[in-house]
C-alpha cells in the first residue's frame, strides 16, 4: 500500500470513528482524547503489514507498538491528546505521589538530581508528594520545591545487599501505602533514584496499574526475556510464555492496585527465601511474575525509561537511566 493511499484509508477509517461515536455514544469526550491514539495504531498496522519481518536486535529502530493484545495502549507520544488531558484533571483535581529509596552511595550520587529534575517535570501543574526513603536524614538535599509539591522523607534500615535493599521495597512500600499512602494520593508511581526527568512526564501515564517496557526487550521475542525460568521460584514463567519484560525501576496505578503487586511480590520474595532461591532479578522477576498474571492497564513505552546506552537518537525520552559504575555506588556487585 503506498503512501497516498494510506492517509486517504486512515482519514476514512478517522471520520468513520468520529461518527459513529457521536452518533452512538453519550460521553463523545470521553471517546475524543484516544482517536489520535486509535488513527495511529491503525497506521501502525499497515506500516507493519506493508514490511518485511523486523530484526527483534536492531535496537536502533524500536518498533511502534501502541496496543497490547488485551486493548491495553502502549503510551508514545503523539498517542494521547495532552491538550484535553490536561484540562480534564484541571477540572478533575487529583494528588499524585511518588516513592524513591536512595540508600547508601545512591543517596549521595543521584538523589538531588533526581528530585530537582522530577521537580520540573513530574505531574507539571499538578499536586505532587514525594515520599522518599532514605538511611541518612541528614544528607536530604536542600531543593526549594514548586507550588503544590510536598516532601514526606522517611528513614528506613539498609539492608547489606543491594539485591535486598531491591527486594525488600516492596515490604516497606506496601506497610506505606497500607498506613497512610492510600489515604493521601489518587495516583501513585515507585521509581528507582538513578534516574533523572528529561521532559514532562505528565497525567497521560495515569491509569490503573500502569507498567513501563523494558527499552532493551522492547523489539526481543519473549524467548529472549530475561525472566525467572527454574520452577522451584515463585517468579517463574514458562519458556514461550509472556507478554513483554517490564522493568522495576517504574511502575504505578492506584494505591489499591499498587499495594496488591508489591504485597504480591514480597509473598513471592518471601516464599523464595523460605526455599533457599532467589529470583534472577531480585524484585523484578516477581514484578514480571505478577503483571503477566494481572495484565497492566497501561504500558509505558520506551521514551518513558530509556538508555542511552541503547542510542542517542531516540526522540521524546521523558525520563532516562543515569550513567553509572555499579562497582562505585554498590558495596557488592
Known amino acids: 500500500m503506498n503512501a497516498k493511499t494510506r492517509v486517504v484509508v486512515i482519514i476514512t477509517f478517522s471520520f468513520i470513528l468520529s461518527f459513529c461515536a457521536y452518533k452512538y455514544t453519550d460521553k463523545w469526550s470521553d471517546f475524543k482524547p484516544y482517536l489520535p491514539s486509535i488513527c495511529k495504531t491503525f497506521n501502525s498496522r499497515l506500516v507493519e503489514n506493508s514490511t518485511s519481518n523486523p530484526d527483534p536486535q536492531n535496537h536502533n529502530k524500536v518498533e511502534l507498538r501502541t496496543k497490547t493484545p488485551w486493548n491495553a495502549p502502549i503510551l508514545w507520544e503523539g498517542t494521547f491528546n495532552r491538550t484535553y488531558l490536561e484540562e ?35 505531574m ?61 494520593v489518587d495516583y501513585v508511581f515507585c521509581m528507582d533514584v538513578d534516574m533523572d526527568f528529561r521532559a514532562p512526564y505528565g497525567v497521560e501515564t495515569l491509569g490503573e496499574l500502569v507498567a513501563q517496557a523494558q527499552a532493551w526487550f522492547m523489539n526481543s521475542p519473549n524467548t529472549e526475556f530475561t525472566y525467572e525460568r527454574r520452577p522451584e521460584s515463585k517468579a517463574y514463567i ?32 518471601m516464599e523464595d527465601k523460605k526455599n533457599n532461591i532467589e529470583a534472577v532479578w531480585h ?39 543515569a550513567m553509572k559504575d555499579y562497582a562505585e555506588v554498590r558495596d557488592n556487585v
Open 124 to 184: 507539571p501543574g499538578h499536586k505532587v508528594i514525594y515520599y522518599v526513603m532514605v538511611d541518612d536524614h541528614s544528607k536530604l538535599p536542600y531543593i526549594e520545591y514548586g507550588t503544590s509539591r510536598f516532601l514526606k522523607p522517611r528513614v528506613v534500615a539498609k539492608e547489606a545487599r543491594w539485591q535486598d535493599v531491591s527486594m525488600m521495597r516492596m515490604k516497606t512500600l506496601a506497610d506505606m501505602l497500607q498506613d497512610f499512602i492510600k489515604d493521601e
Open 238 to 269: 514458562e519458556m514461550g510464555q509472556g507478554d513483554f519484560y517490564y522493568h522495576a525501576a517504574v511502575f504505578g496505578g492506584t494505591p489499591s492496585q499498587v499495594l496488591d503487586l508489591v504485597r504480591s511480590c514480597y509473598a513471592g520474595i
Open 88 to 122: 480534564f484533571y484541571r477540572n478533575n483535581p487529583v494528588t499524585i505521589g511518588l516513592t524513591v529509596f536512595a540508600l547508601g552511595k545512591y543517596l549521595d550520587k543521584y538523589l538531588e538530581k533526581f528530585l530537582a529534575s522530577a521537580d520540573k517535570y513530574f
Open 283 to 321: 524484585d523484578e522477576s516477581h514484578l514480571n511474575k505478577y503483571f503477566f498474571e494481572h495484565k497492566p492497564t497501561l504500558i509505558l513505552s520506551p521514551e518513558y525509561c530509556w538508555d542511552y546506552k541503547i542510542h542517542t537518537e531516540m526522540e521524546h525520552v521523558k525520563l532516562a537511566w
